[in-house]
């Protein structure tokens, strides 16, 4: 396989695509957002349980590419249980991640897993992929009713 | 199967040196494009065209008695005149010039529909129309509040006939069918389709986008009322397209655009608008996109349409047959009669995935819903993968697209 096509689909996204984490839906949840990608069709839903500003419990559903199903699984073992400051600090720095301004920034020592992404910066047209979950886990957060649409990208 | 005589219909070898982007490489692989339901490729003739319309005839047409204006508008209307004889229409004053299929089908909309449509009038269409064939009528039923009827379709991708004829009531007022499905690759019977609506009394449009760089359309015998195509989709330019109308409801029907050259006299009591077809073109209109599609429909007139036909009908099959063998691979819909278009899916691989991963070995497709979202909600499915053939394309580019598919799957295994 070509290296840059191997970067963007590392082991760890393939894994994930294949067996996603916390894939259901969520009956008991107090947030929730609905977020979709017209370019592809992908539909992602975003289940949160917050209490006392901390994510307890965090699910998803929906259908889309390995790159965005990676994303939200991915997305959704790393916040369980951090505030939701965090959340909001981490969407940043993935942000940042894959759209290629985190290059020299101190912060990435910190991805942590999330470095598995970093080839999607390579791929303009799959920045909207990566990013649905995140913007659909913000739109929960904020607990905005109307569908996130990638479209603002 | 295609034997090598297939091959031999056209000398596909020749033709594709007259194609100057097939040459190139894409991720150091030979680009095999076969996104061509998308736009297809242009051959050096239109190219030229363009060039040569800027280097040495431009200017404003119907306007300047000065040499260079009328050099202009001489091939301006010389593409007109191109454009009817391939579509056999009656006379120029039938062919008026677009942007493309969309807005052909929205000046249907805007000034056939402002003028016939109405409270309690129906408009028909199918479960497989592109997008284009749908929100036009949506925006202006709700306007009009007429009611927009869907024909719908079986598991092979067909039109369900006896359900066209039950909706077929005395409230139709318009039938706007799609001729080739571009998400599906269904060819439909629209000349029954069209019989069955006369025979009412109803008026057709058909979207021929995916159609005239397929097989011979001619509209006299199909007897349509009107038919829409792109420029860009028959190996022109983009930003032209044709809107062909029956030259007895091209003078009922109101302009679409107010402006220079649609009218005959102005002043600021009355206007009188200009004959046809220039009623319908306001303002300085895409000259050069023009004069290089009537260099494509020159172009492909040359090899001609039923060699076009033969060719692409065997190069479907091939793809359809070897796409078939793959385990996981589930083509949509199963039409007795395609066209140019081969969508699939693969089990638990997402459509988006795959095209990557084609790019990657140089092949060109297309992936996503194609503007056709009620079709992808019928099979129940977010998107396909879409590979859309041209006659420039080889069956060894099948052999490519197969065995990257074959590579994906591997991939996630």
Redesign the interface.
């Known amino acids: ?2 290296a ?2 191997r970067e ?2 590392q082991q760890v996204i ?1 894994d994930h ?2 067996s996603p984490r916390n894939y259901r839906a969520m009956e008991h949840h107090n947030h929730d957002a609905e977020g979709y990608n017209p ?5 992602i839903r975003i289940y949160l349980y917050i209490e006392d500003e901390r994510i307890k419990d965090i699910s998803f559903q929906g ?5 965005s ?1 990676a994303s939200a699984s991915i997305m959704s073992s790393i916040l369980k249980g951090k505030t939701v400051e965090e959340a909001e600090q981490f969407f940043e720095k993935f942000h940042n991640l894959i759209t290629g301004r985190l290059s020299d920034d101190p912060a990435r020592e910190d991805l942590g897993k999330l470095a598995v992404f970093e080839g999607v910066k390579e ?1 303009p047209a ?1 920045v909207k ?1 990566a990013s649905l979950a995140w913007h659909t886990m913000l739109s929960a957060l904020k607990e905005e009713k109307e569908i996130v649409s990638t479209e603002h990208e | 199967m295609v034997s090598d005589l297939k091959n031999e219909i056209i000398d596909i070898k020749k033709i594709r040196k007259d194609f100057p982007i097939l040459k190139s490489t894409v ?1 150091g692989k030979p680009l095999c494009y076969l996104d061509n339901a998308a736009t297809t490729q242009k051959p050096m003739s239109v190219i030229d065209s363009i060039s040569d319309y800027y280097k040495q005839k431009n200017s404003n047409i119907h306007r300047g008695v000065h040499f260079l204006s009328e050099a202009a508008t001489k091939d301006y209307e010389g593409a007109r005149t191109t454009i009817k004889n391939f579509i056999n229409a009656a006379s120029e004053k039938e062919i008026i010039f677009t942007r493309g299929t969309t807005e052909s089908i929205n000046l249907v909309a805007n000034t056939f529909g402002r003028k016939f449509l109405g409270e309690g009038d129906e408009v028909i269409i199918s479960e497989m129309e592109h997008h284009s064939n749908i929100v036009p009528w949506q925006i202006l039923a709700e306007e009009k509040k007429f009611k927009l009827k869907v024909i719908p379709i079986n598991d092979d991708g067909e039109l369900l006939m006896e359900e066209f004829d039950r909706l077929l009531s005395p409230a139709v007022k318009l039938v706007s069918l799609i001729y080739v499905s571009n998400s599906i690759g269904t060819v439909n019977p629209v000349r029954e389709v069209i019989t069955k609506a006369h025979q009412k009394n109803i008026p057709v449009l058909i979207d021929a986008a995916q159609a005239v760089n397929h097989f011979p359309v001619d509209v006299k015998e199909l007897d349509c009322d009107f038919l829409a195509f792109s420029g860009h989709k028959i190996y022109g330019p983009t930003g032209i397209g044709v809107l062909y109308g029956k030259e007895n409801w091209l003078k009922q029907m109101p302009p679409y655009m107010g402006g220079g050259d649609m009218i005959a006299s102005v002043s600021f009591e009355k206007t009188t608008f200009n004959e046809l077809p220039y009623k319908f073109e306001a303002g300085t209109p895409d000259i050069a996109g023009a004069i290089g599609l009537g260099k494509a429909i020159e172009y492909i007139t040359n090899i001609g349409l039923d060699k076009i036909a033969a060719y692409e009908a065997g190069l479907i099959e091939y793809t359809v047959g070897k796409l078939k063998e793959i385990e996981g691979v589930k083509i949509l819909g199963n039409p007795a009669h395609r066209a140019g278009v081969v969508s699939f899916v693969v089990e ?6 795959i095209g ?2 084609l790019d ?1 070995e140089g092949v060109a497709v297309r ?3 194609h503007c056709t ?1 009620p079709v ?1 909600d019928r099979y129940k499915i ?2 396909t993968s879409r590979a859309s053939f041209a006659f420039y394309n080889l069956k060894e580019e099948a052999d490519i697209l197969v065995n990257a598919v074959r590579k994906v799957i591997e ?2 295994k």
């Open positions: 396989m070509d840059e096509l963007l689909y393939l695509n294949k370019l592809c069709g992908d539909k259908s889309g590419c390995a790159i199903k791929f799959r992929c | 991720h638990n691989i997402h459509p988006h995935d990557t991963f990657f992936t996503g819903h979202q992808m977010p998107a991939v996630f």
